[in-house]
T-cell receptor, first 114, second 110 residues
């Protein structure tokens, strides 16, 4: 069966440009998460969706970061006016109801800001 | 806040046993996950512990002591393909996300 997919797999952008990262969760999973993994750092939580709503945006590092989810499925993470410190691997995960359920991760998008 | 500690790197020999420790100090605790992540790939689920004790699953076992804020992942009969990062993650009441440690990079040598 299809797992979590993300696109693009790699993105190189110039500082100051906007980028959009896409996540397709496993069909039927109601919860969706975005994490960021920087070199030498643990996975850092960014935002969580239950259905189309985002009850927890506490991890977004600045107002340049936003995310939406439509149809209870696909999610897009947008970073505006990218900075070099935004360079990282952005991982998406999905699960059945949020909480103590296994999260299935996508392969990530490697973002490089030059 | 959440604080989760793991060793940064470990090396072990093919066929041997290795134990990867994880200690946590968190504001509340529901359960602890272990994930495996090969370089450039997605983390994949290994185990989930809620109650104290040892959970065995093939060559991999995971242990939890809630009173000590401590867990370990035990890998037996190591194979070269076990070279990967092993991520410890905690769930807490009222939080929907996982709180991750920095991961332990395991290198298996012949």
């Amino acid at each position: 069966g299809a797992g979590v997919s993300q696109s693009p797999s790699n993105k190189v952008t110039e500082k100051g440009k906007d980028v959009e990262l896409r996540c397709d969760p496993i069909s039927g999973h109601t919860a969706l998460y975005w994490y960021r993994q920087s070199l030498g750092q643990g996975l850092e939580f960014l935002i969580y969706f239950q259905g189309n709503s985002a009850p927890d945006k506490s991890g977004l590092p600045s107002d340049r970061f936003s995310a939406e989810r439509t149809g209870g499925s696909v999610s897009t993470l947008t970073i505006q006016r990218t900075q070099q410190e935004d360079s990282a691997v952005y991982l998406c995960a999905s699960s059945f109801p949020a909480g103590n359920y296994e999260q299935y991760f996508g392969p990530g998008t490697r973002l490089t800001v030059t | 806040g959440q604080n989760i500690d793991q060793p940064t790197e470990m090396t072990a020999t093919e066929g041997a046993i290795v134990q990867i420790n994880c200690t946590y100090q968190t504001s509340g605790f529901n359960g602890l996950f272990w994930y495996q992540q090969h370089a450039g790939e997605a983390p994949t689920f290994l185990s989930y512990n809620v109650l104290d004790g040892l959970e065995e699953k093939g060559r991999f076992s995971s242990f939890l002591s809630r009173s000590k804020g401590y867990s370990y992942l035990l890998l037996k009969e190591l194979q070269m393909k076990d070279s990967a990062s092993y991520l410890c993650a905690v769930t807490a009441p009222g939080a929907n996300n996982l709180f991750f440690g920095t991961g332990t990079r395991l290198t298996v040598i012949p």
